[in-house]
């Protein structure tokens, strides 16, 4: 009997080659360059480029799912869709009324908590932070989908003083 040469003890044929290949986008993707903008510091764009990318990296160890729809549906899930703001009647009064937000300003509320959620330090890197908080809000255990909830139900409370104009002084006669 010839003898054969074992395969490797991490070796697995039922493993699909298809789905371990590392499908990693550029970073031309409009989401990909608002998030190195913001992780941009002094200056150092290729430092969050490489964090970026190595973001999408641990999602797809993650998931094992193309990385940028994965991080987009987490962004979207935080994202809110409308704001609280102050109008001011006079200089003691003012009122809320909500409005809607834009999708871009919506995408950056949505990084800002991100980014301030896994900002802290601790033993795990920044990427993997972010992809792990990206993973908990997939699977709904993210403190920032209570956020979210937060904002909406300040802008339905605040829904009453939609129609409110601020009042104008008299003038005396």
Not at 6 to 30: C, G, H, Q, W
Not at 46 to 51: I, K, L
Not at 141 to 164: C, F, G, Y
């Amino acid at each position: 009997m010839p003898w054969k040469p074992e395969a490797p003890k991490f070796y697995n044929p039922r493993i699909d080659v298809v789905s371990t290949f590392m499908n990693i986008p550029p970073l031309e993707d409009p989401l990909l360059k608002m998030l190195v903008g913001m992780l941009t510091i002094h200056g150092k764009s290729n430092r969050a480029r490489g964090t970026a990318a190595r973001v999408l990296h641990h999602l797809h160890a993650l998931t094992r799912a193309p990385p940028l729809p994965v991080f987009r549906e987490g962004l979207f899930a935080i994202a809110p869709l409308a704001k609280s703001k102050k109008w001011n009647t006079s200089a003691l009064k003012h009122f809320m009324k909500p409005a809607p937000l834009t999708e871009r300003r919506s995408m950056f509320h949505a990084m800002k908590w991100l980014l301030d959620e896994c900002g802290n330090p601790g033993p795990l890197p920044l990427e993997e932070r972010i992809a792990r908080e990206i993973m908990d809000i997939h699977n709904g255990k993210s403190t920032l989908l209570n956020k979210r909830l937060e904002w909406h139900k300040e802008a339905m409370i605040s829904k009453a003083n939609v129609n409110t104009r601020p009042q104008t002084s008299r003038r005396s006669r």
